[in-house]
């Protein structure tokens, strides 16, 4: 068959009505609910202006892509057949955790500066943005800090490493690195969340331990130590386990990588305990209340995380409205776009304003008992409200964009995989609700903290003060179990609008009360009706 000469009318198609690339982003000055946010916490503004830049550079999103595009590989032995049970990733990965850790994520918190938490917190919530997978080790090497106070030894060899700003991703042992992560292995297969179930076994080794036993799920398995709970005689009791020992591995057996939904730039994995050597964290017997200590910390950044996925979310949609055009008109200026993506930011708003808040609590802790006692009733309200928020309006942020949005080269898959997690990893929605009515009901400083918190709003907007007493009558005491769920989200609103009203602009604070504080409205985004989103759009930038 002959080859015919390309005809001159085959030339390429002009591409029309499609956005320009984004190319660099600012985190930090293109995000006014941010800004205002850390304001409220008292946290520094200066490194979190340098991180949001650095973040949002082109370069840094294309580190992220590779990141999820090539996954990371378990290598079990090496040519020569020596066992390696390393886990090697894209440099995009090394890229990304060398930036985050060298601007403090892990270590701000730990440093005495002023506001520490709320400035972490804000990382997350532009980490996530950009790429969360590796939010996760760096998440748990922030969070195990204040666990290892409960062992001198441990602490000292320990907490300065993980509050280094070095990133250093060498298989060494302890005494010979720069900085180092730590992750966890908690969850057993007959257990789950059901931690009091935990098989593996703890025999004492002079002074140190052996841990046999199979761990389900092994966060981020190429930390440098993991928190690990254990069987040890006298009860279920916290252990660290070093990954690397002076000249060979801790007998620690990666059985495999799970295969995930979404988080894919990060390593999970099935791991065996071959009596692994191991510390002693906290007392014998005590091995939850140890553990939780860390939990509490890493619930923070479960509530700002996903935060940070809608933003993400929105970001890209409201770029795509401000350029596409559809019926002769911009997208951006028809009124029904205008009020699905005025109702999108309210979420984020929210979110962003209740976590920042909680942030701010856990620092104030040490300075009184009502902020200690309002972190933790606050952390899981903020926990359970934006995780579930945060899957519906990456779906209706996807749905802005039509086909572009379903398609790998956007950013909205990685986000929507990525959604559920944070409401799985640390507490599914019911153990969470579960928490908070155990909390309500043995600490009465964190229902009375929560109290005062919800009331100091009382009196700025008359339909607020009218859902409070409203809830104050559904639920004069607390709920029953089966009306959890019902009572954290109302809780949850509540607290969000409390916020929003003692330091949001004020078209935040009565769009937010309007449309989620008892209004008769319908379930899907854009239940805005007539009311102007104008105010609200403008804070997402310029409309080209």
């Known amino acids: 068959m002959p080859i015919l000469p390309p005809s001159a009318s085959a030339a390429p198609c002009e591409v029309r009505n499609q956005p320009p690339d984004r190319g660099d982003v600012d985190l930090w000055t293109s995000d006014p609910a941010l800004r205002e946010a850390v304001a409220r916490a008292g946290a520094p503004a200066a490194p979190l202006a340098v991180y949001g830049r650095e973040m949002g550079r082109a370069e840094m999103r294309a580190a992220g892509r590779a990141a999820n595009r090539n996954a990371p590989e378990l290598v079990p032995r090496d040519s020569a057949g020596q066992t390696l049970d390393e886990v090697r990733f894209d440099p995009g990965w090394h890229c990304l955790m060398r930036t985050s850790i060298g601007a403090g994520y892990a270590a701000l918190p730990w440093e005495g500066g002023p506001a520490g938490h709320a400035a972490h917190a804000a990382m997350v919530y532009m980490a996530a943005q950009i790429e969360p997978g590796h939010c996760c080790p760096l998440t748990m090497t922030y969070a195990a800090h204040p666990a290892l106070a409960a062992s001198d030894a441990l602490a000292a060899a320990w907490q300065p490493l993980l509050a280094s700003r070095r990133y250093d991703p060498a298989p060494r042992p302890l005494a010979e690195k720069q900085g180092a992560t730590l992750g966890m292995a908690l969850t057993e297969t007959q257990g789950g969340s059901d931690l009091r179930a935990t098989a593996t076994r703890a025999e004492p080794d002079g002074e140190a331990w052996r841990l046999t036993g199979h761990k389900w799920f092994c966060s981020a398995p190429m930390s440098d130590g993991f928190l690990t709970l254990a069987r040890?005689?006298?009860?279920?009791?916290?252990?660290?386990?070093?990954?690397?020992?002076?000249?060979?591995?801790?007998?620690?057996?990666?059985?495999?990588?799970?295969?995930?939904?979404?988080?894919?730039?990060?390593?999970?994995?099935?791991?065996?305990?071959?009596r692994a050597l191991a510390w002693q964290l906290g007392e014998i017997g005590d091995g939850i209340r140890t553990i939780l200590t860390m939990v509490h910390h890493t619930r923070l950044d479960t509530a700002l995380a996903p935060a940070g996925l809608m933003r993400a979310a929105l970001s890209e949609a409201h770029h795509w409205v401000a350029y596409r055009t559809a019926f002769q008109k911009r997208l951006i200026d028809q009124p029904l776009m205008r009020a699905v993506l005025a109702d999108l930011a309210l979420d984020v708003e929210g979110a962003v304003a209740l976590g920042l808040r909680v942030a701010a609590a856990?620092?104030?802790?040490?300075?009184?008992?009502?902020?200690?006692?309002?972190?933790?009733?606050?952390?899981?309200?903020?926990?359970?409200?934006?995780?579930?928020?945060?899957?519906?309006?990456?779906?209706?942020?996807?749905?802005?964009?039509?086909?572009?949005?379903?398609?790998?080269?956007?950013?909205?898959?990685?986000?929507?995989?990525?959604?559920?997690?944070?409401?799985?990893?640390?507490?599914?929605?019911?153990?969470?609700?579960?928490?908070?009515?155990?909390?309500?009901?043995?600490?009465?400083?964190?229902?009375?903290?929560?109290?005062?918190?919800?009331?100091?709003?009382?009196?700025?907007?008359?339909?607020?003060?009218a859902e409070l007493r409203a809830h104050a009558a559904r639920w004069p005491g607390l709920p029953n179990e089966a009306e959890a769920r019902w009572y954290a989200e109302q809780t949850a609103l509540l607290l969000t609008a409390s916020v929003l009203l003692r330091g949001a602009p004020d078209a935040v604070a009565e769009a937010f009360i309007a449309t989620r504080l008892g209004a008769r409205r319908g379930r899907a985004a854009?239940?805005?009706?007539?009311?102007?989103?104008?105010?609200?759009?403008?804070?997402?930038?310029?409309?080209?």
């Open 362 to 465: 856990v620092d104030r802790a040490r300075d009184g008992e009502a902020e200690a006692a309002l972190a933790r009733i606050a952390v899981a309200l903020a926990k359970f409200q934006t995780n579930k928020q945060a899957p519906a309006m990456i779906a209706e942020a996807m749905e802005v964009l039509g086909g572009n949005g379903y398609i790998e080269d956007c950013p909205l898959p990685m986000l929507y995989r990525e959604a559920p997690l944070n409401g799985i990893w640390e507490g599914s929605a019911n153990v969470i609700c579960l928490d908070i009515l155990r909390t309500l009901a043995r600490e009465p400083l964190a229902a009375d903290a929560l109290a005062a918190e919800l009331h100091a709003a009382a009196g700025a907007d008359r339909l607020y003060d």
């Open 526 to 544: 854009g239940a805005f009706g007539r009311r102007e989103s104008g105010a609200l759009l403008d804070r997402l930038g310029p409309s080209a």
């Open 232 to 274: 040890a005689p006298g009860g279920l009791t916290c252990f660290l386990v070093p990954r690397w020992l002076p000249g060979e591995g801790n007998a620690i057996r990666l059985l495999r990588l799970k295969d995930k939904l979404g988080n894919r730039s990060n390593a999970s994995a099935e791991i065996e305990y071959d």
